[in-house]
């Protein structure tokens, strides 16, 4: 079974910066892809930023490249995504997403495309 545990997410003014962070709990981690998405209330869940396994190949939405990046941690277990330049549209629950991939490759954005899912983070942006 895998587990993902995400965490970093609280209130912050327009303009500031976070950093949410997503724990998979599988000892291969590298066998999987890992994706952020989000949803407001009333709202689709959203597609935000996808990692391949080996952490080379990366994928953002256009509403957030340039503002926020994707990467993997030396633990080698952890995904993060850094979060700049903050807009109240932003405001949304963020999940962390798993899909088993080749290593190099990046799923495709719809959220069909991950089987494993966190519980996720409240981030509120206020204007």
């Known amino acids: 079974q895998v587990q993902l545990v995400e965490s ?13 962070s997503c724990v998979v ?3 291969t981690f590298s066998d ?9 209330p009333g709202k689709e869940r959203q597609f935000v930023a996808a990692i391949s396994g080996s952490g080379g190949s990366t994928n953002l939405a ?16 952890t995904v993060y995504l850094q979060m700049d330049s903050l807009k109240p549209e932003d405001t949304a629950v963020y999940l962390c997403a798993a899909a088993l991939r080749p290593r190099t ?10 089987a494993y899912w966190g ?3 409240q981030v509120t942006v206020s204007s």
């Open 8 to 20: 970093g997410g609280g209130l912050v003014q327009a303009g500031g910066s976070l950093r949410l």
């Open 105 to 114: 490759v990046i799923p495709g954005t719809g959220d069909y495309e991950y």
């Open 25 to 27: 709990s599988r000892r």
């Open 62 to 77: 256009d509403s957030v490249k340039g503002r926020f990046t994707i990467s993997r941690g030396a633990a080698r277990n």
């Open 32 to 40: 999987f892809a890992l994706g952020w998405f989000r949803q407001a």
């Open 119 to 121: 519980q996720g983070t």
